[in-house]
């Protein structure tokens, strides 16, 4: 049965290329798509963990309900002894303290609101690879009284490199406190919301303007985010029990996960879409090629054969139909992909976001097998009411056919 199932799809060359062709198309299809929402994914989430988010965060219990009011309450007190307790985990390449802040920032002409980092310079600059220095430098370890602004800070108060600005914030004890610093860099993240608040000042400095030596909260730079889970958890047994809350960055950023969630849903309502117009294409074919064949198929009910052996002898001959086509598929789309990516897709900045970026076509093995399985699935889907029907036909109306 095997052996002639296979020599059939091969009788006609011409019905046999159109029907490979829509079943490699349809696999070309969703192995670029699902390449490229997969590339994506990737890229939005390591430009997210890079940009200033970090893998991990920690926090003190209850920072993330009632911080926004009252964010004095829930500092850390003692972050060296928690930057103690993570930095030995292993894939952990390097533990940061942040202070945050909110106020005034002033060019000694007009003032603007902004929130402000106090941040570790020369560990900062491990993680924000994805963030862009625009103008000037990036803050170092001995910019006691520098600072770095966003792009949009930076055009608002007309503050180049070189220029001084001052910062006015309240203090935990309520005090007002005012500080200059001056301006040694402009840069840009992945978020423009971010960009036109932002302000980061050495950690010290940070301390200094709002008189603590505490922090807001600890951030934990992995050499692999595939690990964050795994840490994630070792970092909650052990800092769990000391009042600490640990979040790992899918919890953080809410804008990821939006994302994600929407590419999911529009991945498989297209491939929902694709498997349709593979079913409608090949169910179109294999009509008529079972029109053709009702003599056949006559022929073989005269011999012998019963209704449910024809069934399967078409069935077999599209199953093998949709395996063949989806092995050229996948073949071609790995080759196509590979071409894609060597030149590139030139992308435009996501929304809210000011930075485009190169995307590719990444070659996961989900993508593969969910176009193979589509590709395999159409055959068979298409097959079955055609086989049906051949399987029922009546023998002495079939044989006429072989007139």
Avoid: C
Avoid at 109 to 121: F, S
Wanted: proline share 4%; glycine share 8%; hydrophobic share 50%.
């Amino acid at each position: 049965m095997f052996r002639l199932a296979f020599r059939n799809i091969f009788r006609n060359s011409l019905r046999t290329a159109l029907t490979l062709a829509a079943i490699v198309t349809g696999v070309i299809a969703i192995i670029i798509s699902g390449g490229f929402i997969e590339d994506v994914f990737v890229q939005l989430r390591e430009t997210t963990i890079h940009s200033r988010i970090g893998h991990v965060q920690i926090f003190r219990r209850g920072f993330n309900e009632y911080g926004r009011r009252e964010p004095a309450r829930y500092m850390i007190t003692q972050p060296k002894v928690v930057v103690d307790l993570v930095k030995s985990i292993p894939h952990v390449q390097a533990v940061m303290a942040r202070v945050n802040f909110s106020g005034l920032a002033n060019n000694s002409r007009a003032d603007l609101p902004i929130i402000g980092e106090g941040i570790e310079p020369g560990k900062e600059a491990q993680l924000g690879t994805a963030t862009t220095i625009v103008e000037g430098r990036s803050l170092q370890d001995s910019d006691a009284f520098g600072a770095v602004i966003g792009e949009g800070v930076a055009s608002a108060l007309h503050l180049p490199p070189g220029s001084f600005m001052t910062l006015m914030v309240n203090t935990p004890e309520g005090a007002l406190n005012t500080h200059e610093y001056e301006v040694v860099g402009v840069f840009r993240t992945f978020s423009k919301e971010y960009d036109d608040r932002a302000v980061r000042i050495p950690l010290s400095a940070a301390q200094e303007l709002l008189f603590t030596p505490s922090a807001h909260s600890i951030v934990v730079l992995l050499d692999d985010t595939g690990a964050t889970d795994a840490v994630t958890e070792i970092v909650r047994a052990r800092l769990g029990p000391l009042g600490y809350e640990v979040k790992p960055w899918q919890e953080l950023a809410d804008f990821y996960q939006k994302t994600e969630a929407l590419y999911r849903r529009q991945f498989g309502a297209l491939q929902a879409i694709i498997l349709v117009m593979l079913v409608l294409s090949v169910a179109s074919t294999i009509n008529m090629v079972i029109y053709e064949r009702t003599g056949e198929f006559g022929t073989l009910l005269a011999l012998g054969l019963r209704q449910r052996q024809i069934f399967k002898l078409v069935l077999l001959e599209n199953t093998l139909m949709g395996l063949l086509g989806s092995l050229l598929g996948v073949i071609l789309g790995i080759m196509l992909a590979s071409v894609i990516s060597a030149v590139g897709i030139a992308m435009p900045p996501p929304p809210g976001s000011s930075i485009g970026y190169t995307a590719t076509i990444r070659l996961v093995p989900w993508a593969l097998v969910a176009a193979a399985a589509t590709g395999i699935l159409a055959s068979v889907m298409a097959a079955v009411l055609p086989a049906r029907r051949a399987s029922r036909l009546q023998v002495v109306d079939a044989l006429r056919h072989n007139i």
